[in-house]
């Protein structure tokens, strides 16, 4: 898991959750990675679809545009 800072709060809570407490966001990095599918919940990043871990830190990302697309979370495990 990764905590967000309160630097990303306004970001988050500006948009409507995906389902009850989540929200499912694109994550871009300052060199210009992306990670599709990435579970937010209570202020921490919890998964990023098809990976073990989260791929990068906090202040590797330039960007979180909440997207809501959905993914079968147990199919993935």
Do not use: C
Not at 22 to 42: T, W
Not at 51 to 65: G, L, W, Y
């Amino acid at each position: 898991m990764l905590q967000l800072s309160d630097k990303w709060g306004p970001v988050l809570v500006s948009q409507p959750e995906t389902g009850m407490g989540y929200q499912v966001a694109s994550i871009i990095l300052i060199d210009g990675s992306r990670y599709d599918q990435a579970l937010i919940e209570a202020g921490y990043i919890t998964r990023v679809r098809g990976r073990q871990d989260i791929p990068f830190n906090e202040d590797q990302i330039a960007e979180i545009i909440v997207t809501h697309d959905k993914w079968n979370f147990s199919a993935d495990q």
